[in-house]
């Protein structure tokens, strides 16, 4: 808690956190949360898998435990940000990044998961052992979840920035 | 993205005993970074917020909007 503050008050002094908006802390805070929750989990996952031992069960725990850290991360700063710089309500602006930016995450998305089916049906027919096990299958989607989460989330950043 | 429309906000917040940013979103109902937006030409606000803003510095929209 007080390392995060700790990186709080840098970002504060470095960037002039007052010129972001609330919506705009949160965006940094869930980008940064998720990259590297995300590559602590893929780590973990990859490394299970190497040693042949990513079965179902595994994955379940995984997931719990990196969901379970990536909530009481992403609840912190957020609690900090409020502390730090106050809370700001949602406006029209806000709203239109959210959704133009979650727009092009849900067709990410999209080609995410057809690339999966894809990949299912082309590993079946020619016997990779990825992506016929529920375990590869159940990674594959995550990560397409994942790819599509930080596009979005880049995406609202620069339409933060650039203007939109 | 930019947009084709100039606006008169910045000179006019001058104009109103400079009206601080965060006086406006106040005014308007808005976060002081979505003023700082539409001050710079990235954020072209809707109707409702175009016409708060008007009647914040008793203009009309047209005198503060313009479309190029």
Known sequence: MLGMLYIVAIINGRTNMSNLSFQEKSTWGTLVALLIIGTLYSNAAWQLWQRDVLVSEALFGLLIGYT???????????????????????????????????????????FGVFTVIGHILIGGWLGDPLFLSPVGIA?????????????????????????? | MPVNISNRVRDLRYEHGQMTQQALAE???????????????????????????ARAFDRSVESIFELH
């Open chain 1, 68 to 110: 379970v850290l990536l909530v009481i991360v992403l609840v912190a700063y957020h609690v900090l940000i409020v502390v730090v710089s106050g809370s700001e309500a949602e406006d029209e602006r806000d709203r239109l990044i959210e959704w133009r930016a979650g727009y092009i995450g849900g067709i990410v998305l999209a």
């Open chain 1, 139 to 164: 990674n594959a989607l995550l990560l397409a979840m994942l790819v599509a989460s930080v596009a979005e989330l880049a995406l609202k950043l620069v339409y933060y920035r650039r203007g939109i």
């Open chain 2, 27 to 53: 005014a308007v109902g808005v976060s002081r970074q979505t003023i700082i937006a539409i001050e710079s030409g990235k954020y072209s606000p809707s109707l409702e917020v175009a016409l708060k803003i």
